[in-house]
């Protein structure tokens, strides 16, 4: 079965970086594509970066374009969000995901992982 486990979330000042890691199982990375959503409190979930499964473009929001990188490990199945400059806004609960298709909106998404929070302190 399909599952997603996410790490590396933590406590970080504002201005610093953090790398997020999503352990990816149960399926091959070409029927999937897989990305990262993030939920702050009192918010709704959005789609922060994705990689297509059928050409592996990369797409971001654009409030982390430039300061966030998604790139994965195939050989080790692994899905890694790079965050650079960080501020307060930032702060969420980071979700790893996978769909057919890349999505930046969670209601197509297919599998999740379970979160990650991310805080920045300013």
């Known amino acids: 079965d399909v599952q997603l486990q996410a790490s590396g979330g933590g406590l970080v000042q504002s201005g610093g970086s953090l790398t997020l890691s999503c352990a990816l199982s149960g399926f091959t990375l070409e029927a999937l594509s897989v990305g990262w959503f993030r939920q702050a409190p009192g918010k709704e979930r959005e789609g922060v970066s994705c990689?297509?499964?059928?050409?592996?473009?990369?797409y971001y929001r654009d409030d982390v374009k430039g300061r966030f990188t998604i790139f994965r490990d195939n050989t080790k199945k692994i899905l890694y969000l790079q965050m650079t400059r960080l501020n307060p806004e930032d702060t969420a609960v980071y979700y790893c995901a996978a769909s057919e298709w890349c999505s930046m909106i969670p209601e197509p998404v297919d599998y999740w992982g379970q979160g990650t929070l991310v805080t920045v302190s300013s």
């Open positions: 990689i297509s499964k059928s050409d592996d473009s990369k």
